[in-house]
């Protein structure tokens, strides 16, 4: 039985997937997602990180051959409660993930993060789960790349 290496695509289409290659045969076998993990921090206000990494979330969404997870650690548990109002013109955080979990995009928030905030599972957004460190754990065992925020 021959071992499969992966190869990485890198082209400028930004078509993001790894090719696992048979590296005797000398051609591709199958085209796998890249797979994304982005991690936010910070508050969802005041910084524009969260911001910032729930627009590359976005844009990596478009793009065809990606696998995507997002987590919420600490302040950036704020992010997905619901009923979020900001004034007219300024960007909204709780819509930009709607606009992720909406396809689909698995969205975990920390439970002992929401709890230190007082923050509980029905003033969640729809789509976000509870999440624990062992769920975290997981997905950045399981991912190609962790971008942390």
């Known amino acids: 039985m021959r071992q499969l290496s ?5 082209r400028v289409d930004a078509h993001a997937s790894w090719t696992l290659a048979d590296p005797q045969a ?4 199958k085209e796998v997602p890249m797979k994304y993990l982005l991690i936010l921090n910070d508050p969802p206000y005041g910084t524009e990180r969260c911001y910032n990494a729930l627009r590359l979330g976005l844009a990596l969404r478009k793009q065809a051959g990606v696998d995507l997870k997002i987590f919420l650690l600490g302040d950036a548990v704020g992010c997905a409660k619901a009923g979020q109002q900001t004034p007219e013109g300024f960007y909204n955080l709780g819509r930009m993930l709607k606009g992720l ?3 689909a995009i698995p969205v975990g928030v ?6 230190t905030r007082g923050i509980t599972d029905a ?8 999440s624990s460190m062992e769920e975290l754990a997981a997905w950045t065992s399981a991912v190609d790349k962790v971008l942390i925020f």
């Open 6 to 10: 992966a190869v990485a695509h890198s």
């Open 123 to 130: 003033e969640l957004l729809d789509g976000v789960h509870r």
């Open 101 to 103: 979990t909406s396809h």
């Open 26 to 29: 000398g051609h591709a076998t």
């Open 110 to 115: 920390c439970g002992s993060c929401l709890d």
